[in-house]
């Protein structure tokens, strides 16, 4: 995943290994709402642009909170669990599934795996993509699939970096959190 624009919004290029766009995850939030609220909604997009699901940023007090929908179902719930030296995130799947996003904040780097087989489904890395892109807060997402990773899960952790990427720009506007930016 490749971020095309910084600060009020967060659109992606989605990329394969050869660096060819294959979709694109797009704010759908007017200006207005961007700039007061900071990007919310978002879609998940095809090469061809059919749209294949859904992000919402869901309005709640206390841990952040993220839906990913394909058409009118729910894909996963995505929820940041408290930790104390490295961000740990939960994605709750429509199947009961639970898969555990855990990084360490210095490598920058995080893993999937299945709560309850520990199979390892995916491993990411938040990169630099040079100086003039880090002025802008721009990143690039590489995120590798394990073979027996299904496509709707998939989906659900396509949404997943994406709240990922959310949680840090609020992270980065908070005092008080700054160290679990990764």
């Given amino acids: 995943m490749d971020q095309l624009e910084g600060w009020s919004r967060a659109d992606f290029d989605i990329l394969n290994t050869n660096g060819v766009v294959v979709g694109r995850i797009q704010g759908t939030d007017s200006a207005g709402a961007r700039f007061w ?9 095809d090469g061809d642009g059919t ?5 919402v940023d869901v309005y709640n007090w206390g841990r952040d909170t993220y839906e990913v929908h394909s058409g009118a179902s729910l ?10 030296f490295s961000r740990r995130i939960t994605v709750e799947l429509a199947s009961g599934e639970e898969l555990l996003i855990e990084g360490n ?9 299945n709560a309850a087989t520990m199979m390892h ?4 890395t938040r990169e630099h993509v040079g100086f003039t892109r880090a002025l802008f807060g721009q990143d690039q997402y590489v995120l590798s699939f394990d073979s027996r990773c299904a496509a709707e899960d998939r989906l ?15 992270d980065s506007r908070s005092t008080v959190n700054t160290a679990t930016n990764y």
Avoid at 37 to 45: A, S, Y
Avoid at 51 to 55: D, E, P, R, T
């Fill in 51 to 55: 749209l294949l699901g859904q992000v």
């Fill in 105 to 113: 904040f210095s490598d920058r780097e995080f893993t999937v795996v």
């Fill in 156 to 170: 659900a952790l396509l949404g997943a970096m994406l709240a990922l990427e959310l949680m840090r720009r609020k």
């Fill in 121 to 124: 489904l995916a491993r990411g």
């Fill in 37 to 45: 609220r900071g990007p919310r909604n978002f879609d998940i997009l």
């Fill in 75 to 84: 894909v996963a719930r995505v929820v940041r669990r408290f930790s104390w």
